[in-house]
């Protein structure tokens, strides 16, 4: 793809329309070219189809890849879809954000010297686009049980988690707090990774199964409480993610031009007209994730001219892989790497420029500054839990609730998992199986 540069907008600041309508949807156009047939065929054929494969054993959902990419390799792209869904309902989603240079993929036994992994992600959305063009249905509900459980969050970890009650025979209410269903698939990942609607496309495969209900703008301590919820239901299960940006506690951070990186994503997904949202001409994004990533290739997308992610530490400590660090450069992206931020710089009340300090090397303590017009924070988000009018009733480990094996909380008749709870890698793909286990714990415990 050829990245579109010159800004038609000039001004100086945060301004919208940089560049024109057209200019922007070309460049949020497809970052990877989906597999067709037969490509997707002899892509396939390049697997050795391992028995005891590391590519199952790397996916945290326990998908059979070799099996899939099998019938993949035999023509029967809805059979490998089966497949897919069987262990991941949200697997459209996952092979189109999941890191899988550092799951499935990074451990393909193909991956070394001149050779190259199998393409597993795109072969996974091959497949399971293929059988959502086909409106093929994969799920049936077993014999109503007449039990009913409350799941708090239509992210992916409550979706799938509600997926596979249903799927059970049980009767699930969604409690989401906001308009749409999907959680971080919706409002949080690029805009250029979920095309057409997809998140939602997949929230209406989900829910196509019946049994499951979702009550949209209610929010856990703000429209109901757990006591109401557990008063309702025969079991709860909280995917609630986790609350707004942290803060960098630094001088100037409430100056205009300084925002919460997963705002601007979240401005970026629910805005029909890409150009209309405002960018700066030099923005500075602080943090080394995915949202990093994502924040700062939109940036460059809509026109601003110069965009630098700064983190505190090196290339290898970073969550986002080297692979998406190198995608950012390719677009555009200056990293800058071993520093953190000690000040945002204001002129008139608007941010013009970052000090950081220096933190590695010869020249720890040394301060630089890197000019900037917006200021885009990526360093994590403060867990719900954290608000005071919460109930004392968890066990939490920095903010987060700690599950077990089960994903049961320390609270009897509650489980929880993606986000919220400890120990976990916010990664999509994690959350489905938080969901899928504790649903399966869920129904053993209201059948025996």
Aim: charged letters at 20%; one cysteine or more.
């Amino acid at each position: 793809m050829e990245l579109i540069t010159t800004a038609h907008n000039g001004r100086p600041g945060i301004a919208p329309e940089r560049l024109g309508e057209t200019e922007c949807q070309r460049n949020f156009c497809e970052m990877h070219t989906p597999l067709e047939g037969n490509a997707a065929r002899v892509e396939a054929e390049r697997c050795y189809f391992c028995f005891d494969a590391p590519c199952t054993e790397a996916c945290p959902t326990g998908i059979d890849i070799p099996g899939f990419i099998r019938m993949i390799a035999n023509g029967n792209p809805v059979g490998a879809a089966g497949l897919i869904l069987e262990e991941n309902v949200m697997g459209g989603t996952c092979a189109r954000a999941c890191p899988v240079e550092t799951l499935c993929e990074g451990v393909c036994v193909r991956n070394h010297g001149d050779d190259r992994a199998v393409n597993i992600g795109l072969l996974q959305r091959y497949a399971v686009d293929e059988a959502l063009d086909r409106g093929t249905t994969f799920f049936t509900r077993a014999e109503s049980s007449g039990r009913t459980v409350g799941v708090v969050g239509a992210g992916p970890a409550g979706l799938a988690c509600a997926h596979r009650l249903a799927v059970l025979g049980h009767n699930v209410v969604v409690y989401e707090a906001r308009s749409k269903a999907g959680g971080l698939n919706e409002f949080g990942l690029a805009a250029y990774k979920m095309l057409n609607e997809f998140a939602q496309r997949e929230v209406d495969f989900i829910t196509s199964l019946g049994g499951i209900e979702i009550v949209h703008d209610i929010a856990l301590g703000e429209g109901i409480t757990l006591d109401e919820l557990q008063k309702r239901h025969d079991a709860l299960f909280l995917g609630i993610g986790l609350g707004g940006g942290n803060a960098l506690g630094i001088p100037g951070e409430e100056g205009d031009g300084v925002a919460d990186a997963v705002g601007f994503i979240d401005e970026l997904r629910q805005t029909k007209g890409l150009s209309s949202v405002p960018v700066g001409r030099q923005v500075v994004v602080i943090g080394g994730g995915m949202t990093a990533i994502d924040a700062a290739v939109q940036a460059r997308l809509l026109g601003a001219e110069e965009v630098t992610i700064v983190y505190r530490r090196g290339p290898e400590a970073m969550k986002a892989s080297i692979v998406e660090q190198e995608f950012a450069k390719i677009r555009g992206v200056s990293i800058r790497y071993w520093a953190q931020p000690a000040a945002v710089i204001l002129a008139d009340g608007q941010a013009n420029g970052v000090e950081f300090e220096a933190t590695g090397g010869s020249a720890t303590g040394e301060r630089f500054v890197v000019p900037a017009d917006m200021v885009l924070k990526a360093i994590g988000q403060g867990s719900h839990l954290q608000r005071p009018e919460q109930p004392e009733r968890f066990e939490l480990e920095d903010g987060r609730l700690v599950v077990d094996e089960q994903r049961q909380t320390s609270c009897p008749g509650i489980w929880a998992g993606g986000d919220c709870v400890a120990g976990g890698d916010d990664l999509t793909v994690s959350a489905v199986q938080d969901g899928k286990v504790a649903a399966n714990a869920i129904h053993q415990v209201l059948t025996t």
